[in-house]
C-alpha cells in the first residue's frame, strides 16, 4: 500500500506541453503511470503525447476522470497553476516548478484553506510510489516497493537514501518530495501522520535540513503521540552559516532553532533515530526496525 497515490491514480499535467512537461510526463508514461491528459490555455482540442490537451483544469478533470495534477508551469505563471487546480477541486496537486515568488504562495497557502486539496510542493521532486506511479522528476532505477516512507525536503539526498534503503533490503512504500521552499504546502508533520495511518508502512526516513521549523514540529508531535513507529532522521547543514541560503530558499538558518544542530537535538529527545551521514541512513533504518520488531 502507499499513501496519496497507488496504481489507479489519473494524473494530467498542467504544462505538459513544454520541454520539461513533455520530457517527463512521458518518463512518467514509461514508468507506468496513468498520465490522462494535459493543460495549457490556448492548445485545448489538440494532442500531445497522444493525449488530449485541455484549456482549463476543469476541463481536463471533467473530461478524463483525473485525480491529480502535475504542475510544470515557469514560477511567474506556477501559482495561478496551482489555484485553478484548487478550485476545479484536484484531490492531489503535485508542483514540481522552482522559484515561486513567496508572496504568489501566500495566495496559494490562503485558496487552500477549506478544501480537501492536498498540495505537494512546489520545489518538490514529487512523489513516488515504487512500481505503481510516479508523480514527478526523481530517478527511479534504485526504488523498490517495500514498507519504509520517506518525508523529504531535498531531491538529491533523497535518491541517496532511496539507494541506501534498497541496498539495505529495505524496500519503500512513498517517497514524498515536500519541497524545499519556506511556504509550500504538505508539512512534514501531516505527511507523517499519513504514514501512520498506513498499515504497510512499517518506519519512516526525515531528511531535513536548516531553515523553519517543520523538524521541531514533527519532534513535537512524535514525543507528544508516542507513535512507535520506527523513525529515523538525517539532517543536513550542520557547518552552514548563519543568514546565508543553502541551496534551497527555505534552507538558511535564521537563529538557533532553526539550525541542523537543534534539529537533531529535538528529533533525538523525541525518540527518533539519527543517521550522522547520508551513507548511514540504510543501516540506521534496518537496525530500528529490527529493534521495534
Known sequence: MSI??????????QGMTGRAGTHYSAAMIEYGTRVV????????GS??????????????MDETNANASMVFVPPDHAAAAMIEAIEAETPLIVALTERVPLHDMIRVRDALQETKTVLIGPNSQGILAPGLC??????TGSARKGNVGIISRS???????VAQLSAAGLGQSTSVGIGGDPIHGL???????????????????????IGGREEEELAE?????????????????????????????????????????????????????????????????RRAMLVAA
Open 187 to 209: 508539512a512534514m508533520r501531516d505527511c507523517f501522520k499519513l504514514f501512520l495511518a498506513d498499515p504497510d508502512t512499517h518506519g519512516v526516513v526525515l531528511v531535513g535540513e
Open 155 to 161: 531531491a538529491s539526498l533523497t535518491s541517496e537514501v
Open 47 to 60: 494532442r500531445h503525447l497522444d493525449l488530449p490537451v485541455f484549456d482549463t483544469v476543469a476541463q481536463a
Open 221 to 285: 508531535f512524535i514525543a507528544a503521540e508516542n507513535a512507535g513507529m520506527p523513525v529515523v532522521a538525517l539532517i543536513v547543514g550542520r557547518h552552514a552559516p548563519t543568514r546565508r541560503r543553502m541551496g534551497h530558499s527555505g534552507a538558511i538558518i535564521q537563529d538557533a532553532v532553526s539550525s541542523a544542530e537543534g534539529k537533531i537535538r529535538a528529533l533525538a529527545d523525541a525518540g527518533v533515530s539519527i543517521a550522522e551521514s547520508p551513507h548511514l541512513v540504510g543501516e540506521t533504518m
Open 37 to 44: 491528459g494535459g493543460v495549457r490555455p490556448g492548445k485545448g
Open 4 to 13: 496519496l497515490i497507488d496504481a489507479d491514480t489519473r494524473v494530467i499535467c
Open 134 to 139: 510516479k508523480i514527478g522528476v526523481m530517478a
